[in-house]
Every structure is written in C-alpha cells, then in structure tokens.
C-alpha cells in the first residue's frame, strides 16, 4: 500500500512537471512572437516625419548619378557645337623669339689700323683708312643677340561644305543628349514612384496581416469558450492555435518587406543610409481610369524623349555623310603673315632690322587620297542606315510596351473590382462559417478557411491597386509625360 501511494505521488510530480513544461513551451513562444510582432519598426515610425512623393521625387531628382551623368553628357555636347561655330573663324598666332649668341675665332692674323699716305698720278698725296698686318694671331669673340617678332591669321573659305555639317551634326547631337537628360529625368521619376507605391503595398499588406492575427486570436478566445463549456472539441483548440501561430509569422514576415520596401525607397532617393520615415498613405487613391491603347501609342511617338533622341541621332548621322564627303572638293584659304627681326650680329648682310608682310591665298584638292573619302562615304551612309534601324525598333519596342503596360493598367483595375466584392463575400463566409460552428453544425476549419480566404481578398485588393498604380506610372513615363516641375 505505501509503496503505491509513493508511485502515485511520483506520477502526480511528474505530471505537474510536464504540465510546467508544456506551460512554459506555449508561453515561452508567445512571448517572443509579441515582441518580434511589435518590433522596434512600429516605435520608430511614430515620430518619423511623412514625407509625400513629390518629396521623395524632388530628394532623388537632386543629387541622381544617373542624371548628373546625363547633365554631363549634354555639357559635352554643348562644347561640341562651340567648336563647330569656331571651325567658322580664323586661326590667329603670334610668337616671340630671342637669343643672344658668342663666336670665337681662334689664331686670327692681327692688323693696325690707320690713315697710311699714297701718292697718285699728279704728285699729291692722299690719305686713307687701312689695316696693316703686324705679324701676330690672337683670339677673336664676338657676342651679338637678335630678336623677332611674327604674326599669322589663317582663314579657311571653304572645305567642301564639312564645317556647315559638323555645325548641322553637332546641333544635332546637342538635341539629342537634352532629350535623353530629360528621359533619363523620367526613369528616375518612375523608380522613385514605383519604391514609394512597394512601401505603400507592404504597409498595407502588414495591415492585413495584423488584421488577420488579431481576428484569428480573437477566434482562438470564442474556441477556447466553447471548450470550456463543452460544446468543443480539444483538436478544434488546437487547429486554432496553430493557425494563430501562422498569422504570427504572417506578421514578421509582413513586416520584413516593409523594412526592405523602405531601403529601396531610400536607395532610389540616393540616401540608402536615411533614417526613418513615414510615406503618406493619400497617394494610393485612384480612379482605375483606363485610356485607349491607340491614343497612348499616338502620344508616345509624338512625345518620347528617347525616341527624339534617336531622331536626333539620325540627324547627325546624316550630316556626317557630309562630313565625310568634304574630302572630295577642293579647298580655299586666305592667310596673312607680319614678321619683325632686330639682328646684333656683324656677320649678318642687310639691315640689323627688317619687317616683312606677306598675304595670299592657297587652293588644295586631294586627287587621290587613297580612297579615305571614298571609304568614309561610304561608312557614313552605313551609320545611317544604322540609325534608321534603330529608330524604328525603338518605335516597335515602345508600341510593345505600352500594350504590355496598358494590358497590366486594365487588368489589375479588374482585379481590384473583383477583390472588391471578394472582401464583401469572404466576410459574409466568414459570419456564417462561425454561426454553423456555434449551432453544431460547422467545424473550426470551415472558420480557418474562411479566414484564409478573407485575408486574401484583402491582399489581393492592396496588391491590386498598388500594381495599377504602379503601371499606371510605367504608362505616363512610356508614353512621354514629363513629371511637373511643380505641382
């Protein structure tokens, strides 16, 4: 007897003891599920200030890699028709020269200079200048210096049509960096305003994810009730929890790709180390307005800056085989020379100083120039025929990728219609998945379901209008719309 009541008191300990377990493994978990749910994003974001997507736009349109590559660019550009407007003038030099020089003549014949007498014809004596040899040699240095000064102006009149040309090209090519400043304006517009709309969704999405928990606890808590009072089973308690516990992960899951949607949108804003911030939920309003493909094709050729921009190109292209023709016609300049020299030396004949001016004009004409202008025709002309090409695949390409854009604008509006009465149903579902289980006549899954099937409809619903918002961005840039300066 006494050693059954010890074994009985031992199964008592032991049972109390994993009872403790079992406690302290469901509280255990729901402890850290709570703190990792709440997490610091949700304290952080309170005081965060809201910044607006215009902000957001503004911050990246300022310091963009992309567009001060492309600000550049233009720069670049613009040099270039400054150079072809000078091929225009005349090349005007002048230079300064001087030196100073010393020249020894060694073992020189030494003479004495003097008026020395001579008698002519008539008996009178006359009296000149003159050197007498002395019989010695010496070393003999003379040291002089010289300077000049010169002049020139250059002037070409013609050169077979090519400085026109360069000029046309350049112009050209100046065009066509602007309106690729202003393309690459756009995708910078439409990077920030597809980050700014993925926070939106994700926030959302966490929304719903909190929503879901929140009801499936609630569920769990009405469950337990009914178990209590003996109206449920144990295993409908137990499919609940774990279906609260999945909500859970749902939640951290969900708040994740928030945290990711923001580093993106910092990262397009050119910030990636940005503290945090809030986005203002008013931009996911919309209409669901869907214009007609046609009419967005025919605006898109007529307002694309990267199609100005290859049509700029094309311009160029053609110009060049200007260019590159100017080698078979002749060439005509008119130049102008001045010259000054000031000349110590005593070896020197002439005057020390002396100026000369000298003007004209040359003709020059390559007969035969080893077939280069040939050859360079010849490429030039296959440059365009490039460009041509080019343009007109990227006419095929925008025309594909407004259909493809317009086919996303249209059904994502019809999925957010849909997602609509979705929620309307998956409500009524739910109500009535709870009502069968209170009367008897349901089972706790028909609730899970019906939770499930709520929680997706209202995700579907967010991702609906964030993917028409976010191709309907992708539609304005594809089509031309420039973002406002202002709003």
């Known amino acids: 007897m006494f050693v059954m009541r010890m074994i009985a008191m031992r199964m008592f300990a032991m049972t109390r003891t994993v009872l403790f377990a079992c406690v302290l493994l469901l509280s255990g978990p729901a402890a850290v599920w709570a703190q990792v749910a709440a997490g610091p994003l949700s304290a952080d974001l309170a005081a965060a ?26 720069g670049i550009a613009g040099q270039e028709v400054t150079a072809a407007y000078g091929n225009f003038l005349p090349t005007v030099s002048l230079s300064r020269d001087w030196a100073k020089s010393e020249r020894t003549d060694f073992d020189n014949a030494a003479y004495t200079h003097g008026m020395y007498p001579m008698v002519d014809s008539g008996g009178d004596t006359l009296w000149f200048a003159g050197s ?48 690729t400043l202003g393309y690459t304006r756009e995708l910078v517009v439409e990077e ?25 606890m609630g569920e769990l808590e009405r469950i337990e009730t009914y178990f209590r009072l003996g ?89 060049d085989v200007t260019t590159a023709s100017a080698g078979l016609y002749p060439s005509l300049s008119i130049f102008g ?60 390409n925008v025309q594909v990728e407004i259909r493809q854009l317009h086919g996303s604008l249209t059904e994502a509006a019809l999925r957010a219609a849909v997602s609509h009465e979705t929620i309307v149903q998956s ?17 706790t899954l028909d609730i899970i379901s019906a939770q499930v099937n709520l929680a997706n409809s209202r995700a579907m619903e967010v991702q609906a209008m964030c993917d028409f918002l976010i191709a309907r961005a992708k539609l304005d840039r594809a089509v031309g719309r420039e973002y406002p300066d202002h709003e």
């Open 49 to 74: 200030p809201v910044i607006t997507l215009r902000e957001c736009v503004d911050l990246a349109l300022e310091s963009s890699p992309s567009l001060l590559i492309a600000h550049e660019r233009q």
């Open 132 to 179: 007498v040899p002395t019989g010695t040699y010496v070393d003999e240095t003379v040291r002089s210096a010289s300077s000049s000064w010169s002049g020139a102006a250059d002037l070409n009149l013609f050169q077979g049509f090519g400085k026109f040309s360069r000029l046309n090209a350049a112009k050209s090519k100046l065009r066509a960096a602007e309106a």
């Open 192 to 216: 920030v305003t597809t980050a700014y709309f993925n926070v939106l969704r994700y926030e959302k999405l966490l929304e719903v994810a909190v929503e879901t928990r929140d009801q499936a």
């Open 231 to 319: 109206s449920s089973a144990k295993s409908d308690v137990l499919q609940q929890r774990v279906r609260v516990e999945n909500t859970k992960l749902d939640v951290v899951v969900a708040r994740n790709n928030v945290q990711k949607a923001r580093a993106d949108l910092a990262y397009s804003m050119n910030r990636p180390l940005a503290e945090s911030f809030q986005v203002d939920g008013a931009a996911l309003q919309t209409d669901y307005a869907v214009e007609p493909v046609d009419s967005l094709y025919a605006e898109a050729l007529s307002q694309r800056l990267d199609l100005h921009s290859s049509a700029f190109t094309l311009e160029a292209s053609r110009s």
């Open 337 to 396: 020379r001045y010259s000054r020299n000031d000349n110590e030396s005593p070896y020197k004949f002439g005057s020390q100083v002396s100026e000369s001016i000298l003007w004209g004009y040359s003709v020059n004409w390559n007969i035969f120039d080893r077939l280069q202008s040939w050859t360079g025709r010849k490429q030039a002309k296959a440059n365009v025929r490039i460009a041509e090409y080019q343009l007109e695949q990227a006419r095929l």
């Open 427 to 443: 409500q009524e579902e739910l109500r009535l998945a709870r009502e069968r289980y209170r009367v008897g006549a349901g089972t």
